[in-house]
């Protein structure tokens, strides 16, 4: 039996001591490839945050020169509609006042016509041209 223990202690003995060994150094290797794949992957991480910012930085200005041109355009709008406006209110105006001087005319000229003096300087310009 002593000869089976000494067999299993000289067989286990140097499996256990290159277990342990393989153990401590594939933890090192592990950890050193641990090292290196995070900062591959950190590296890669601020690339990516960097890209993202410029990428934002231009929708940025390109939604504030969007912003800008539709401001522009609806000021043109708001001149375009003013301009209308004062047209269509001169135009009434000037629709009123012949409106008023038309009904003027016609409410006073039949009296105009029958008095005296207007009558007297209508023939006198009628015989002057004819």
């Known amino acids: 039996m002593d000869n089976i223990l000494q067999t299993v202690l000289t067989t ?19 950890k050193s490839e641990m090292e290196k794949i995070h900062s591959e992957h950190e590296h890669d991480l601020e690339k990516l945050a960097t890209q993202y910012s410029i990428d934002i930085e231009s929708i940025k200005k390109a939604h504030k020169l ?16 003013k301009l209308q406006h004062n047209q269509t209110m001169e135009a009434k105006e000037k629709e009123l ?12 000229l039949p009296t105009l016509l029958k008095m005296p003096e207007v009558k007297e300087q209508l023939t006198q310009q009628l015989k002057k041209k004819a």
């Open 12 to 30: 286990l003995l140097p499996a256990a001591t290159t277990g342990v060994v393989t153990y401590l150094v594939s933890s090192k290797t592990l």
């Open 97 to 108: 006042n012949h409106q008023t001087t038309s009904s003027m005319l016609t409410a006073f």
């Open 66 to 81: 969007e912003m800008e041109k539709l401001e522009r355009m609806h000021e043109q709008e708001l001149d375009t509609l």
